[in-house]
């Protein structure tokens, strides 16, 4: 079992942290099994993601925000600011993973699993030679830092560590 011990008083602490086959973070996942009721909460969402990005490890190039409906893509820019690079409908990547996704209640830790697995399948083509959203990825740029990559979750076990 591979562990990363994040040496920050602060504890940030995203859902998933992906790396690239070089064990550099390249993407920090939130996940929000829930859908974002009010702007606020969006923002908010938001804001977690971007002090994440900010202060986990300088030069990550992405982050992500899950939710029901979406699944965000973003960057900081120069002025260390948030941009939103894409947004997907969760329901169209996630139902490859699970057919029934839109029809049942679906809680953090499933939809963790289900990203992981969609992650994965972006990595290593376990599912799909072309998985759901892959042009859009390379677009952007984030589809080959993904490949030969690896998913961390994040469990908390009184110390700061990621498995």
Do not use: C
């Given at each position: ?15 998933i942290?992906f790396?690239?086959k ?9 996940v ?17 993601l971007k ?8 030069d990550?190039?992405?982050?992500m ?15 260390q600011?948030?941009?939103?690079l894409i ?21 953090d ?6 990203i ?7 990595s ?12 859009e990825?390379?677009k952007?740029g ?17 110390a700061?560590?990621l498995?």
């Open positions: 079992m591979q562990v990363i011990n994040f040496q920050s008083p602060q504890k940030y602490r995203p859902d942290m790396t690239n070089d064990e550099e973070i390249i993407l920090l996942v939130e929000k099994a829930q859908k974002s009721e009010t702007e606020l909460n969006r923002q908010s969402a938001i804001y977690q002090t994440y990005l900010q202060n986990i490890k300088p990550i190039p992405f982050g925000l899950v939710d029901l409906e979406e699944i965000n893509i973003f960057a900081l820019n120069n002025d600011e948030i941009e939103n947004s997907l409908r969760t329901n169209d990547i996630l139902s490859n993973y699970d057919p029934e996704f839109p029809h049942k209640r679906i809680f830790f499933y939809l963790e699993t289900l992981k697995s969609w992650l994965r399948d972006l290593y083509h376990w599912n799909s030679d072309t998985p759901p959203a892959y042009n990825l390379a952007i984030l589809l080959p830092l993904l490949e030969g990559g690896h998913t961390y979750i994040q469990e908390n076990l009184g700061d560590t498995h």
